[in-house]
């Protein structure tokens, strides 16, 4: 029994450290700059910001937690399987029986805690990116008026567009005079 629960969580905290650097190859001649459009990547902005790498390193930790709280319950569900599985000629059959449907129940459990982790985990970086978010938009509508835009492309989902006209930079420098980082820990799922 792995600890795949964890990777969707991490793999999104190593991309938001990752992030930063990663930019789509520019074309060598960029094309014009034309006034009043603008592009800006979201995720670079959150990514490269000190607040961004700050939540990603604090996600990074409490998935590490988490992993170390379940890793001794499911090393010992491992152990039981095999134990039980090299045992099971030798056992009777309903003592076999009780001991696999006693394993059962405690795996159901363990999946069920390992479930509700993640589900934290999930949650505590929703919030912290809402949190994120709430500074950056007075911020990036600034910055909008700052630089004259009249139009505001998505620069993740276009394949180029002059640098020039890229207002993320200014985005990230402004966060980071504003905010730095953010305390928190693992936050308990909203009760439905």
Known sequence: MKLPLLASVAAVAMALAGAAGAQPAQPTNPGPVIPGICTFNQGRAVAGSMVGQAVSARMQQLTDAVRAELQPEGSAIE?????????????????????????????????????????????????????????????????????????????????????????????????????????FDRSPLPQQ
């Open 79 to 183: 152990a039981e399987v095999a134990a039980l599985q090299q045992g099971q000629a030798s056992l009777p059959a309903d003592q076999f029986q009780q001991r696999a449907g006693a394993l059962q129940q405690r795996a159901g459990a363990y999946q069920q805690l390992a479930a509700q982790r993640e589900g934290e985990l999930q949650y505590t970086q929703g919030l912290q990116i809402q949190r994120i978010g709430e500074t950056m938009d007075p911020i990036l509508v600034q910055v909008y008026q700052e630089r004259g835009c009249g139009l505001l492309f998505d620069r993740s989902a276009m394949f180029g567009a002059n640098p020039a006209m890229d207002i993320t930079d200014r985005v990230i420098e402004l966060m980071n005079q504003q905010l730095q980082t953010l305390s």
